[in-house]
Nanobody, 125 residues
Framework: QVQLAESGGGLVQPGDSLRLSCAAS????????MGWFRQAPGKEREFVAA????????FYADSVKGRFTVSRDNAKSTVYLQMNSLKAEDTAVYYC??????????????????WGKGTQVTVSS
């Protein structure tokens, strides 16, 4: 089992940047595919980005491609989400998830076994 804790959210203006972190504790971090998801009020949780166990393969939702970058540091048991050129529509609670079974990153929420409690990102002028 792994415990996840997101941090780094906040209130920013359109065009600003934020870096989210998700720190893991428990089982060996490098054994998990990691994903970032977000959930806006009244909407379902949606995929943002995912990265494989080594950090060599990642992919993104079309809505964030070119603006967001996911990375991981297995030595620090942490996955990051660098968010640039933020837009109002990026406002949501951001969650990280850990997939213990698959070796390839996935966009499917139900393939992630563990979740953090989320961090709020608000983009507003």
């Amino acid at each position: 089992q792994v415990q996840l804790a997101e941090s780094g959210g906040g209130l920013v203006q359109p065009g600003d940047s934020l870096r989210l972190s998700c720190a893991a504790s428990g089982r060996t971090f490098s054994g998990y595919v990691m994903g970032w998801f977000r959930q806006a009020p009244g909407k379902e949780r949606e995929f943002v980005a995912a990265i494989d166990r080594s950090g060599g393969n990642s992919f993104y939702a079309d809505s964030v491609k070119g603006r967001f970058t996911v990375s991981r540091d297995n030595a620090k048991s942490t996955v990051y989400l660098q968010m640039n050129s933020l837009k109002a529509e990026d406002t949501a609670v951001y969650y990280c998830g850990a997939d213990r079974l698959r070796s390839r990153p996935s966009r499917l929420t139900n393939e992630y076994d563990y979740w953090g409690k989320g961090t709020q990102v608000t983009v507003s002028s």
